[in-house]
């Protein structure tokens, strides 16, 4: 590999990259796949860097490397894909980083959910990367365009393509999508057809997939690594694996940057904070939108807002908790803090 080809151009366009950087093309639960000037390298993480509680290098990521295969840096992200953390606690986890353009997979059949588009969207706004939304299967549709038009209403301004990885049509809008040396990931739920996707694009039998259960449209977990691909055209691509609990980390903000049309509009109601229920001279209200958008959109409002609060309580939690920690060892060694 060299730095062009990993995307580095993209990640710094204005920085010369040293000569023990590498970039993190799969993470394994205990080492990472590093590409680097002289190949690829199996590499591990630095004590250091486990004890900073820094989150772990991932996929996409741009390290430094020690003695050819310790990960002893992780660069600054230029964009990172990230969820809350499965279970009870209250942290980010990222998925993925450095990447361009975020393809947002949606199957038409049962699949397809403008509630779950938004979420993602959502994710895709606080990533920084360029979603584009690919509405896969299309196939098993035959009034096309009409779903095209009602999906382009529903993510505003971000493009749509319609394609059957399947019967490999449309797949072009993909690469057209990207430039050279770029880096994409998919993402969108267990079974929308990515892998098949992936596949499709490097003409071979790549990535496995699974066959749909008739019952319920849902594919069985068949990625599970997140891999940085080279695909032909010269891009690079991210499978992720299903995020099947999408649980959003992102700013209250991100909300607005997807639901665009909403605050405009909101910006003509008579009364400043307007919740658009009952208020007179609310202009969301007079504009007859889908209910179920509105609906949408003070549901993620109040998830994200609910996030921030507990992540806020969580943080001033581990700072006490910290200090606490001080204190007592200062009263055990007292000298050596005078
Ligand atoms: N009809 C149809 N089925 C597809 C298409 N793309 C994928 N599938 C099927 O959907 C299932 C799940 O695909 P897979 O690529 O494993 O989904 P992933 O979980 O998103 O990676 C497989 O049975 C695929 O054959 C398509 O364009 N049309
Ligand atoms: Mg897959
Ligand atoms: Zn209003």
């Known amino acids: 590999m060299n730095f062009e080809e990993a995307g580095w151009a993209h990640f710094a366009p204005h920085a010369t990259p040293d000569p023990a950087c590498g970039r993190v093309a ?18 591990t993480i630095s004590g250091h860097l486990r004890h900073l509680d820094h989150d772990p290098p991932c996929v996409g990521d741009w390290v430094i490397l020690r003695e050819g295969s ?3 840096e992780v660069l600054p992200r230029r964009t990172q894909l990230s ?15 450095n990447m361009d353009i975020l393809f947002i997979v949606s199957g038409l059949d049962r699949d397809y959910n403008p509630r ?35 999906t382009e209403r529903h993510v505003l301004g971000v493009p749509v393509f319609a394609l059957s990885a399947l019967e490999q049509w449309g797949l072009e809008a993909i690469s057209r999508s990207v430039e050279l040396y ?4 998919l993402i969108g739920s267990s079974g929308a057809g990515k892998s098949t996707i992936v596949n499709a694009l490097l003409g071979e039998g790549r990535q496995r997939t699974t066959d749909v259960r008739e ?16 695909m032909p055209g010269n891009w690079l691509l991210m499978d992720l694996p299903g995020l099947r609990e999408l649980q959003l980390w992102a700013d ?24 658009h229920n009952q208020e007179p001279g609310c202009a969301v209200r007079e504009a007859a939108l889908d209910p179920e958008r509105l609906r949408s959109y003070r549901k993620l409002q109040k998830e994200l807002v609910f996030l921030e609060l507990q992540t806020d309580i969580h943080r001033a939690r581990q700072i006490r908790k910290k200090w606490n920690a001080v204190e007592k060892d200062m009263r055990r060694h007292p000298k050596r803090f005078c």
């Open 70 to 72: 310790i990960i002893t």
């Open 26 to 43: 799969l993470v394994h639960r205990d080492h990472h796949i590093v590409w680097t000037t002289t190949g690829e390298v199996m590499a």
């Open 182 to 185: 770029q880096t994409a990931a």
């Open 83 to 97: 969820r809350k953390e499965a279970g009870k606690r209250m942290r980010e986890q990222v998925l993925a980083a």
């Open 215 to 230: 019952s319920d449209s849902k594919g069985r977990h068949t990625t599970t690594h997140r891999e940085l691909i080279r």
């Open 116 to 150: 779950r588009l938004e979420r993602y969207l959502v994710l895709a706004h606080q990533s920084g990367a360029r979603p584009v939304v690919l509405l896969n299967k299309a196939d098993l549709r035959g009034d096309l365009a009409d779903v095209v038009r009602l």
């Open 252 to 275: 209250p903000e991100r909300v607005d940057s997807t639901f665009a049309d909403i605050v405009d509009l909101s910006r003509q109601c008579r009364f400043r904070d307007c919740s």
